[in-house]
Nanobody, 121 residues
Framework: QVQLVESGGGLVQAGGSLRLSCAAS????????MGWFRQAPGKEREFVAA????????VYSDSVKGRFTISRDNAKNTAYLQMNSLKTEDTAVYYC??????????????WGQGTQVTVSS
């Protein structure tokens, strides 16, 4: 099993940056692709980004492509989401997930509890 704990959320002005971290427990971390999803109030959870187990492949949603960067450090059992040029519409609870990656998304087997990101205008 993998347990995931997100951190790094907070309040930032539009145009600013935040870096989210997802710390994973368990030796099997490197077996899984990692991803980030988000859910805004009144909306369904949506895919943001994913990275393969090796870090050699990434996929992003169109809404964040060019602004967000996903990465991972298998030695630290941690995945990251660097978010730049933040917009008010990026406001959401961000969830980390571990699972299987495909060409457009990630199917999460394990989920974190979420961290709030609020972007003010």
């Amino acid at each position: 099993q993998v347990q995931l704990v997100e951190s790094g959320g907070g309040l930032v002005q539009a145009g600013g940056s935040l870096r989210l971290s997802c710390a994973a427990s368990g030796r099997t971390f490197r077996r899984y692709a990692m991803g980030w999803f988000r859910q805004a109030p009144g909306k369904e959870r949506e895919f943001v980004a994913a990275i393969s187990w090796s870090g050699g492949s990434t996929v992003y949603s169109d809404s964040v492509k060019g602004r967000f960067t996903i990465s991972r450090d298998n030695a630290k059992n941690t995945a990251y989401l660097q978010m730049n040029s933040l917009k008010t519409e990026d406001t959401a609870v961000y969830y980390c997930a571990a699972g299987g990656m495909n060409e457009v998304s990630l199917v999460g087997d394990y989920w974190g509890q979420g961290t709030q990101v609020t972007v003010s205008s």
